[in-house]
């Protein structure tokens, strides 16, 4: 059984800090590019950062415009795990950030976690 549970969210002041960690098991987790999307109240989803496993070389990553030099993906393949540093943290990255496993033609889903940045 795919199951991605999201952890880490919760209530932080701007320019705060949070790391956001998805666990994935039920599928061959290094073989899928791993991303993070983030929606915003009454917005549609967008894609945060992806992050894919390059074998015998660094981990390709790409950035939103709006989180680089903010934001850091990192994967643990040995852990089945993703995560997301999140650092300088505004108000506008208030959302619900979800995991997402994409390869071999699936795409699963993570429940999601709520990041809220408020003072």
């Known amino acids: 059984q795919v199951q991605l549970v999201e952890s880490g969210g919760g209530l932080v002041q701007p320019g705060g800090s949070l790391r956001l960690s998805c666990a994935a098991s039920?599928?061959?987790?290094?073989?899928?590019?791993m991303k993070w999307y983030a929606q915003a109240p009454g917005k549609e989803r967008e894609l945060v950062a992806a992050?894919?496993?390059?074998?015998?070389?660094?981990?390709?990553?790409n950035y939103a415009d709006s989180v680089k030099g903010r934001f850091t993906a990192s994967r643990d393949n040995a852990k089945n795990t993703v995560y997301l540093q999140m650092n300088s943290l505004k108000p506008e990255d208030t959302a619900v950030y979800y995991c997402?496993?994409?390869?071999?033609?699936?795409?699963?889903w993570g429940k999601g976690t709520l990041v809220t940045v408020s003072s």
């Open positions: 992050i894919t496993s390059v074998a015998g070389s660094t981990d390709y990553v």
């Open positions: 039920g599928f061959a987790f290094r073989l899928y590019v």
């Open positions: 997402n496993a994409h390869g071999l033609g699936r795409d699963y």
